[in-house]
């Protein structure tokens, strides 16, 4: 009996044995991540929302990780060279970038030769943080309030820059002038940077530019800022008015995601690891106090959640697109 019984067990031993063998190989996968250095591209120069997001993100997952991570800035195309990058590595998670969500939700419909579709070719990990854009206008331009800027648009043309076609400035601006019914002349530069010398050199009256890179010159009087595109105040300036309140108009909100991307094909066991990682940093109160002091909001969302955020964000600014005929090479 104890013979014919052990002969009954064998082939359930057996098939347990190859049971753990497929599950082994998952196991170890996971584990294995990541395996050496990570890098995180970025799609904007030093000191803008991305690149305060991505250094404070990869020296926390630095230290969790043991492994170096690296932040590399590929500026360029609306964030579409570092996307590009990211989308073409090798799909194991080692290669992350963070990108303004217009990489996902605009720049699909505007750039026609990009050689990647933001959309199908990188997967949505997290949504790392929020930021905002900040009204500001060369002081020749003459203007102190957002009303008597509306006033002079409507007295004659006024020009406004932007880090290029599709850009969170350049959506904001244009949130603006269509709630103000008002009409300014849109003048791209290749990069938030650029943009901002443009107004500051006064070859543009003003600028919806990133907070972090134009408050330095807010509070040396070299820029005017005249509104937020936020719903609440900017921590950095809490003066200035929301463009909601400025207008009156409580529906006003021009927000921005960071989010953190990998290649499509990348393993769902590696995406896990790294949505996992990236919800735990941001959740960390030094993290979170340290990207409030340059007017970003931490948030660590889930994959699911960025995916669903994506989607949304992408119905609510295709018809400004396709409203304001954007197509570039």
Known sequence: ????????????????????????????????????????????????????????????????????????????????????????????????????????????????????????????????????????????????????????????PLTYASGGPGVPGHLAAEMFVQAAGVKMQHVPYRGPAPATQGVLAGEVNCGFLATPTVIQHVKADKLKALAVSSSTPSPLAPEVPTLARALNQPDLDASFRLVLQTASGTPPAVVAEIERAAMAIMKEPQVRQRLLQSDVVAQGSSAAEAQQVMKAEMARWEPVVNRLGLKTD
């Open 1 to 156: 009996m104890r013979i014919a019984r052990s002969f009954r067990l064998a082939p359930v031993l057996a098939a347990a044995a190859a049971a753990s063998a497929l599950v082994a190989p998952v196991a170890a996968q996971t584990a294995a991540w990541p395996s050496k250095a990570v890098k995180v591209l970025v799609g904007s120069p030093p000191g803008g929302p991305s690149d305060i997001t991505a250094r404070s993100f990869a020296e926390q997952l630095g230290k969790r990780t043991s492994h170096p991570v690296v932040v590399e800035n590929r500026p360029g195309a609306g964030n579409n060279i570092a996307a590009g990058l990211a989308a073409k590595a090798e799909p194991d998670g080692h290669t992350l970038v963070l990108s303004p969500d217009t990489v996902l939700t605009v720049n699909p419909l505007v750039y026609r030769n990009t050689g990647f579709d933001a959309r199908t070719d990188l997967v949505s990990v997290s949504i790392l943080s929020s930021f905002t854009q900040m009204l500001v206008c060369n002081p020749a331009t003459g203007v102190n309030t957002l009303a008597e800027l509306v006033a002079k648009a409507k007295a004659g």
